[in-house]
């Protein structure tokens, strides 16, 4: 259901609307979707390209860009894409794309934007749908056209109106392709579902790695081995742009590091009770499930190690770490004392720690 008011007058349909035709190239498909779409914010989906040919899009050329959002106001989106190079087109315009220009009021979009001029998704318009109920946006369609903007991100109307222009002499298609959908309107959200993308040469991987360490609201602690306050359930969250991972396909582990050198992983919790006493620092570590466990290489390494690692430009595993960590000061545990005292009938013994003892049954 639309939350809004609404603001315009439903707009005849052009066609009868049809799911969008994906070619026949094998695609690359989107490895970290759904990507939540908030109000009022800039979200993107990646991918990671390998294409099957020449790195050169003149070569192998991007033939289309297909993406599926459902959304409950298509008027508040306008969609780009942007290349390994830096070129940024418009893929998804209508007629005001800076905030505030909230346009069509139907819901969800589904379509392939396929080289050529022939089929404009609209040509510097308001969106017309020509899906059926429930989806306003479907099809195959060509780059939008008329002189459409985008003040938000400054990406460009397609040379020629064409997705050809990203096929220049030149261009690399390996790389990080980047999605990026603007939400200028208050009130309605929805979600990036799936996107993707289809050379000439087909690809040999598209995968990217969604890992996401989020921010730990955790204060330092401190306590004695045993005690209630160490056994942790700390919960990352994930303040916009970030997203967390797909926690079927992404695991969560806490790296344990003392004086700089990790000396741990630990699951759950943490429950640091089960660590010697010490000094600790403690950092959340998120990482691909399929990869296994390659993070215990870095035991005994110092913590820099695994940062560097992470952030290089082929990292050994798709991990991701928190953007933030505490500390934890623990103590020997506290042993037992046990106090001998003589107490006559209806009489009451108060222990050094406030407990009270008197005769069972007085």
């Known amino acids: 259901m639309n939350s809004r008011i609404l603001r315009f007058v439903l707009f005849p349909v052009l066609m009868a609307g049809t799911l969008p035709t994906s070619l026949t190239a094998q695609p690359c498909e989107c490895t970290n979707c759904p990507v939540p779409i908030q109000d009022n914010g800039t979200f993107q989906g990646l991918l990671d390209v390998t294409v099957d040919g020449p790195n050169n899009l003149a070569l192998c050329p991007l033939q289309q860009v297909c993406f599926e959002i459902t959304h409950t106001w298509v008027g508040d989106l306008c969609v780009t894409l942007t290349s ?82 990203f096929n220049l002499p030149g261009q690399p298609a390996n790389g990080t392709w980047t999605l990026t959908v603007n939400d200028i309107c208050s009130q309605d959200i929805g979600f990036l579902q799936n996107w993707s993308l289809t050379f000439a040469c087909g690809v040999d991987d598209c995968f990217t790695c969604a890992a996401e360490g989020g921010t730990l609201n955790q204060p330092n602690v401190m306590g004695c081995i045993g005690s209630p306050s160490l056994n942790l ?17 992404y695991g969560y582990v806490w790296v344990i590091t003392t004086n700089g050198i990790i000396t741990s992983f630990v699951s759950g919790g943490p429950n640091l009770n089960n660590l010697p006493p010490g000094n600790y620092t403690i950092c959340g570590l998120s ?31 798709c991990g991701d770490l928190s953007t933030n960590c ?27 720690l406030g407990t009270q003892c008197c005769i069972p049954g007085v």
């Open 326 to 352: 505490f500390t934890a000061k623990t103590g020997p545990p506290i042993l037992p004392v046990t106090t001998t005292m003589a107490i006559c009938y209806g009489d009451c013994f108060t222990t050094p």
């Open 84 to 165: 390994p190079s830096g070129l940024n087109y418009l893929v998804m315009a209508d007629v005001n794309n800076n905030s505030g220009g909230c346009g069509n009021s139907n819901d969800n979009i589904n379509v392939c934007i396929d080289i050529g001029t022939g089929n404009p998704l609209t040509n510097n318009t308001e969106y017309v749908c020509n899906g059926p109920p429930g989806t306003c946006l479907v099809g195959n369609w060509t780059m939008p056209c008329g002189g459409v903007t985008d003040p938000i991100t400054n990406a460009q109307q397609a040379p020629g109106c064409n997705l050809n222009a």
């Open 233 to 249: 359930n700390v919960i990352p969250t994930y303040p916009p742009p970030a997203v967390q991972a797909p926690p079927g396909l």
């Open 287 to 317: 990482y691909y499930l399929a990869d296994g466990t390659p993070y215990l290489s870095f035991l005994g390494q110092p913590y820099t190690n695994l940062v560097n690692a992470l952030n290089a430009a082929s990292p050994p595993f």
